[in-house]
């Protein structure tokens, strides 16, 4: 695709504004050279994904804007500071007394093999502002060259910006420049100077409804001494807008850039960093990392415990693995603070234990549409007859991927999906595929059928930001996408979901649905369609689960007879020949501990903990009755002979010393997690320590403290010897001791350490580790469903 088409003149408003020929020029060149007087957020905003993914390909890119009568944001500054970590040079004109800074110049060059072969040059009057580029009236020039001759003037123009970039009065912005600037820009706006008609009113950034509630929330629980919190959102109402300042972690790189551009957007005046495999930023007030990186022993040593006062994890369902468990177990913050938009109790069952179970602010589906942040839905469950899932090999909670591209890959299918389209689409498609095979095959049957369609991935033809400018303006009705707009992404233009692929929880199923949720004000829509295609496997059920919040394949198989209560202007339709598929399965179900096991699997997408199990009201006496312990139902149900040797070797210890253990209160489970916090299984573990690290897990959840602790010792600390004493007599005591039922003591202990008094194979002890964890958090939850919370003012 060229750099530029269209006319030479571009003379603005709406119909012919300059935006559009800059976002080519920008997905096309190699090099990106801009020079503005002034940046404002509206228009840069404009450019920013176009600019992410350049520089994400490798273009080079250098911009220079200036202090020019203090008219450059500093909020445009600080997310232009944020492109330099991706390898942007941007620098900052510092003006003299006697003379300003008009420049607006955008210079694009397209090079093959390392040598020019095409540039263009857009040379006018417009700055970089939402006005300048779409609306007002603003003349911009083009000068282009294209082929191997080269380019005098072409040339002449890259030299004067070259020489106007390396002048001494172009600083590089850091943050310094960025401090010192914010204060002249401030100082000025209180004497609202004459330059007020070229500057921007800035919007005031408000929180949303929902929004404001949860930071109510989250401000009560933190005044009641809570250290931990999660708050749940669904997609599309706005969870990053919560996080204000400090530690953010997330698994993807994306959402970690996303995150810090929206803070630095809420707060330009502090500094941000990424810390990531190749940049580690140590020193900056608010820190985005990667949680591959962060949970990392020798960089998780680049901060004390106490370094960060506010932790922040996004997407916090992913925090149950054991590179987030890292992270949480190393830092001790002033406040954690988990966001989801993990919807039910089943699937929150393990992310609620990692924040003590202190689940802040919940919203739904439900809450943001009643409340007018989400747009209503409409449903198709569309059978899938060419394919046959029960067919396709099925592992680890998903199908072969292999498999399911083959099957997909077919003319008969193809028509299928076009057929129901065509029937409920709307102006704007985002269909999901397997695969990048899969969405190139669609794309290519849509645009036979003469639908302007589109396959977007990573290393596409096309690229994401380009698709979705074009689907804004309709010069595309389909984007095929393979896994760019799971999460993190927003796309409130969107009013139609294709779902082409089985999804294998709820969450990527909330996700993908929740792409189009958002209202767009420049759409204006007033619903979002979803067309379904849904098979003849059990794992499909999740959908209808989600949606109608029913756990069970019997529940489901009822829905004819008792149709579910929806969200105002909500409609939902399934098959009617995936409605006989269910009520088959609800016939076939005998209700074992083992079917009741399979069915969750299935529902959730992955191998059920106990709390997930107990969360999902499914009965642990029954497992024990039929199975003998929970781990042995899991070796039934996953069929592997390592796991079940395992299983074997600390039977005992797991049923009788943590899953059956006598519990009136949570110090049993407390005591057991802080020793294995500090890796008690490995070696013995200081009394000292061990007490004092229990102390701060208890008050982590402050109601629990005053409900199990006696009122005397309560206003103890965690050094106090007072405090030693009664974690010695209780629980210490109670777990050195051989019980009644018990076949041995559990551990031991002497005047200074605890240890467990039997032996674990050293290949055994991570494994280990994470089933005990397992069994912890399921007695905590055990434990938290059985209490009431206290208030502050209650008595101890």
Known sequence: MPLWTGAALTVGTANDPLLPKLLQAINHANEIEISVSFVQPSGLELLLPALHDALANGARFKILTSDYLLITSPRALRQLLLLKDQGAEVRLFCCQPDAGFHMKAYIFTRNREGIEASGCAYIGSSNISKAALLTSHEWTLRYQYHGIDASAEFENIRQQFRMIFANPLSKSLDETILADYTRRYQEQAKTFRIVANHLEIEPEIEPNNAQIEALEALAETRQRGFKRGLVVLATGMGKTWLAARVLFV???????????????WLNPALSSGLFLADQKATEAEMIFASVQTLSKAQNLQCFSREHFDYIVVDEFHHAVGNSYQAILSYFRPKFLLGLTATPERTDQADILALCDYNLVYERNLVHGIDDKILVPFHYFGIFDPFVDYQEIPWRNGRFESAALEHAFATRKRATHIFTYWQQHKQSRTLAFCVSRSHADYMAEYFLAQGVRAAAVYQGSKIRRNEALAQLE????EVIFSVDLFNEGTDLPSIDTILMLRPTESKILFLQQLGRGLRRSTETA????????????????????????NRTSTKAL??????????????????????????????????NTALEDYQELAAELGHRPTASEFFNASYDLTKVRKQHGSWFELVASAEQDPAFTQLIDRYRDFLLRGIETTAMQKSFKMILLRAFVELDGLKHPVSLRTLAEHSWN???RRPDWARQDILPAVQHENATSQKWLKYWLNNPIQFYCKQDQKDTQAWFSRDEESMWLNFAIDSGDVNDLTKLTQELIDYRLAQYAASRLVISDDSPG
Not at 250 to 264: D, G, M, N, Y
Not at 473 to 476: E, H, I, K, P, V
């Open 250 to 264: 997330a698994h993807r790189e994306e959402i970690l850039k996303q995150a810090q551009r929206t803070f630095s």
């Open 473 to 476: 303006n309709l010069q595309l």
């Open 525 to 548: 829509k007033q619903k979002l369609v979803i067309v379904d295609f849904i098979g003849n496997h059990r794992s499909f059920l999740l959908k209808p689960a989600t949606l109608f």
């Open 557 to 590: 198989a009822n829905l004819a007879q008792k149709p579910p209560v929806l969200a105002p202007g909500c409609f939902v339709n399934f098959a009617p020949e995936a409605v006989v598929f269910w009520q088959q399965l609800a016939k076939e179900l005998r």
């Open 697 to 699: 897990i208890i008050w």
